[in-house]
Every structure is written in C-alpha cells, then in structure tokens.
C-alpha cells in the first residue's frame, strides 16, 4: 500500500509550472504519476524542440514564452529545473512575478546571490525551497526515528560517503532520459559533485540536528582534462562539519573513487548506517556494539529497523536511483495549502547553499570557515514521528 497526494478540500488540484525540460525533469514527471492531486498547468523551455519533444512524452501543456509559463498559472508553485547557471536569473524573475519557488540544486551558484533570492523571497511572503527532498524520504526518516529514540545511544561521529566511481571514464554518452535528454556532462563537470550531490546528507544531517557552525574542508580537480569546455569544478572534496547540536560528521564527494553512498551514524551503543542515499527505501541497520573475548566489534548481523507502514509513495528505480523526486514540491503544496512553513524552509535553502559552496570551494589552503547562516532542525514526517 502507498500513500497518494489526494485533491485538495475544495476538489481543486495543486498546480505547479516546471521551468526546464532537461534530463532531471524527466525524474520530476515520472514522480509526479504518484501524486494525482497534482496538476502540471504548464512547462517552459528555451529549447523550443526538446520543450516538444517533452510535454509530448507526458502530455503536459507547453507554453510559448517563460512569461507565458508565469501567467499559465498565477501564484502556483514554480520547479526551477533549469541548468545550474540560469537558477538565479530564473528564480529571481519567479518570485518577482509572485509564485513561490523550489529549485533544483544548487539554490545559486554563489553565497552571495543565494542571500539574494533569500531577501527577495522573504520580502515577498514566498517560499524558497531547495532540492534535493530525500531528507523526506523513508530511509532518512527512518535514521531520524532512530536517532530521536536513542537506539545506538549518543551519535559521537558520522561519517557519510558521496562518491560515484570513475565518471569521466563512464559510457555516460548513453545516459538518456526517459523522453530523450542526454546526461549533461558538461554542466555536470563544470558544477561539480560537491554542488550537485553533497546535498543528499546535507539535508539528512541538517534535518536531524539542524545548522553547521563550522565546515573545515579541501576539495580539488583530481582528474584533469574532462571532456567538455572548462573550467571544471573541483571532483573531490572532504569536509568535517561541526554542527551546533550534532555530532561531528566526516563527508566525501567524489567522482573519482568508487562507487559508495554509506552512511555511518556512531553511537554509544553501536552504529547505524544505510548504504543507498539515492534509494528512498534504503535498508536501514543497527549494529549493536560488543566484546567477543578481548575483541570489540559490531554484531556481524546488524537489525533492519522499519517505520509503520505505509510511509510515502515510492518510485521505481530509474538509472542509479529510487528517489520520488516530487516529496519536496508535495511537502511544500501540503505547506502553502495548510498555511504553515514548510519542512523545506527558506533558511534551509540558504544555509545548505553556503556550507555546499564552503565544501566545493575549499581548495587547498581555506581552512576552517565560520557559517554566517542558520536554519532550524526538521520537524519529521508525521509517519515517522
């Protein structure tokens, strides 16, 4: 059984507009067939032939202009899917025309044009959420349960793994999406992993125990030459986050090393890991600490913790994830509709921007940088609280 995102009280359906028919759209719409109580009242593409080729493919409606797409549905929620150069331009021009908006990662490019959009959002009463959403997904919420009723004890130390193998030399040319998109390699290279993906446990841990106070981290091009026009961003980065409230957390990116996505969460009583931040359904384990003779170790048969079924709708896997990539646009709907804040906040948009750019930017000689962002911990799912 799964959980649907039904039609609103007043038999209206949420209406959300998606700017960008990229590769990563393709991931939204396949999502969005899991939440029938919303309606795509529009799409936008400055490639008029991909934007056909698109809307095709899913028969959503297709709009002439990106002004049009804005006047398509006044207020409604814009998905900034757009490449990662044009998220500022776009979603600044979003909340000036009054919708609210959730952008694909990274909120900007730079800390400050990310304040920015922040200071237009909250002058303007809008929302201003950040992908990626799998800190709503049940594997991070399991953690999170986990973590709130003490089963490994204390967390004393995290570590968590984003590397994804050798990319350059990947048959990443072969890399289409479901309605046609070719991986975008150059962007991909030139953005970085650490924008791109250090956000999937940057928002578990900030969701669990909210802002960074500090990000001590280098990062650097360790495979040089990439195809594609530079300059390219760094392609591996370790940092060690000191949170306010949390333990402190070890994190690598890369696209250098191989392939591993684990995440360790060390306690007093033993340690829990899950192994696939890219799957929503992720085993989530506990490992009980103990002394076998003179030996200290973990049980060699850790224990699947679960949450009360159901949870939240799941999508299949697709390429090298199992994510519902419309938990985040849906939490925020559920917000607006509910007239609360979202779980998604704007704080939370921003202060993952700064410590992601911290990470990436880091180089060789940064050393410790102060976090001059914040945001509150996540108030967790209510199938998980």
Same mark, same amino acid.
């Given at each position: 059984? !799964?959980?649907?995102?039904?039609?609103?009280?007043?038999?209206?359906?949420?209406?959300?507009?998606?700017?960008?028919?990229?590769?990563? /759209?393709?991931?939204?719409?396949?999502?969005?067939?899991?939440?029938?109580?919303?309606?795509?009242?529009? !799409?936008?593409?400055?490639?008029?032939?991909?934007?056909?080729?698109?809307?095709?493919?899913?028969?959503?409606?297709?709009?002439?202009?990106?002004?049009? =797409?804005?006047?398509?549905?006044?207020?409604?929620?814009?998905?900034?899917?757009?490449?990662?150069?044009?998220?500022?331009?776009?979603?600044?021009?979003?909340?000036?025309?009054?919708?609210?908006?959730?952008?694909?990662?990274?909120?900007?490019?730079?800390?400050?044009?990310?304040?920015? =959009?922040?200071? +237009?959002?909250?002058?303007?009463?809008?929302?201003?959420?950040?992908?990626?959403?799998?800190?709503?997904?049940?594997? #991070?919420?399991?953690?999170?349960?986990? +973590?709130?009723?003490?089963?490994?004890?204390?967390?004393?130390?995290?570590?968590?793994?984003?590397?994804?193998?050798?990319?350059?030399?990947?048959?990443?040319?072969?890399?289409?999406?479901?309605?046609?998109?070719?991986?975008?390699?150059?962007?991909?290279?030139?953005?970085?992993?650490?924008?791109?993906?250090?956000?999937?446990?940057?928002?578990?841990?900030?969701?669990?125990?909210?802002?960074?106070?500090?990000?001590?981290?280098?990062?650097?091009?360790?495979?040089?030459?990439?195809?594609?026009?530079?300059?390219? #961003?760094?392609?591996?980065?370790?940092?060690?986050?000191?949170?306010?409230?949390?333990?402190?957390?070890? =994190?690598?990116?890369?696209?250098?090393?191989?392939?591993?996505?684990?995440?360790?969460?060390?306690?007093?009583?033993?340690?829990?890991?899950?192994?696939?931040?890219?799957?929503?359904?992720?085993?989530?384990?506990?490992?009980?600490?103990?002394?076998?003779?003179?030996? +200290?170790?973990?049980?060699?048969?850790?224990?699947?913790?679960? =949450?009360?079924?159901?949870?939240?709708?799941? !999508?299949?896997?697709?390429? #090298?994830?199992?994510?519902?990539?419309? +938990?985040?646009?849906?939490?925020?709907?559920?917000?607006?509709?509910?007239?609360?804040?979202?779980?998604?906040?704007?704080?939370?948009?921003?202060?993952?921007?700064?410590?992601?750019?911290?990470?990436?930017? #880091?180089?060789?000689?940064?050393? /410790?940088?102060?976090?001059?962002?914040?945001?509150?911990?996540?108030?967790?799912?209510?199938?998980?609280?």
């Amino acid at each position: 059984m !799964v959980v649907v995102h039904e039609v609103t009280t007043n038999g209206q359906k949420d209406r959300v507009l998606l700017l960008g028919c990229g590769f990563v /759209a393709d991931l939204y719409a396949r999502s969005l067939q899991t939440f029938p109580g919303i309606e795509v009242a529009g !799409v936008y593409d400055i490639d008029s032939a991909r934007l056909t080729q698109f809307c095709t493919h899913w028969g959503y409606p297709a709009c002439e202009s990106f002004e049009a =797409l804005l006047a398509a549905a006044p207020g409604a929620l814009v998905l900034n899917l757009t490449n990662p150069h044009a998220h500022f331009t776009t979603s600044q021009a979003c909340l000036k025309a009054g919708h609210p908006v959730y952008s694909e990662k990274p909120l900007a490019t730079t800390l400050e044009d990310a304040k920015t =959009l922040h200071a +237009l959002a909250t002058e303007r009463g809008l929302t201003l959420a950040s992908a990626p959403c799998s800190a709503l997904g049940e594997a #991070a919420q399991t953690l999170g349960h986990a +973590l709130r009723h003490g089963i490994a004890g204390t967390p004393r130390a995290i570590y968590a793994e984003l590397d994804d193998g050798f990319v350059p030399q990947a048959a990443y040319h072969k890399w289409v999406s479901e309605s046609g998109a070719p991986w975008p390699y150059q962007d991909e290279f030139r953005v970085g992993c650490t924008l791109e993906h250090a956000g999937y446990y940057l928002t578990w841990l900030m969701a669990w125990f909210g802002p960074v106070r500090t990000v001590v981290a280098a990062s650097a091009e360790t495979i040089p030459n990439k195809e594609g026009t530079g300059p390219f #961003a760094p392609d591996l980065s370790v940092a060690v986050l000191y949170f306010e409230n949390g333990p402190v957390t070890r =994190l690598t990116c890369s696209i250098t090393a191989p392939h591993n996505h684990t995440i360790r969460i060390v306690g007093d009583k033993g340690v829990l890991s899950c192994d696939a931040a890219w799957d929503n359904g992720a085993k989530v384990r506990f490992a009980r600490r103990l002394n076998l003779r003179r030996r +200290l170790m973990e049980h060699p048969f850790p224990k699947r913790l679960r =949450l009360a079924q159901p949870t939240h709708p799941k !999508v299949k896997r697709w390429g #090298a994830a199992a994510m519902n990539f419309m +938990l985040g646009p849906a939490e925020v709907l559920d917000a607006l509709r509910e007239n609360r804040p979202p779980r998604m906040s704007n704080d939370m948009a921003l202060h993952l921007t700064e410590v992601t750019l911290a990470i990436q930017n #880091a180089g060789e000689t940064t050393g /410790a940088q102060r976090m001059t962002t914040t945001c509150e911990p996540m108030e967790p799912m209510p199938w998980a609280s």
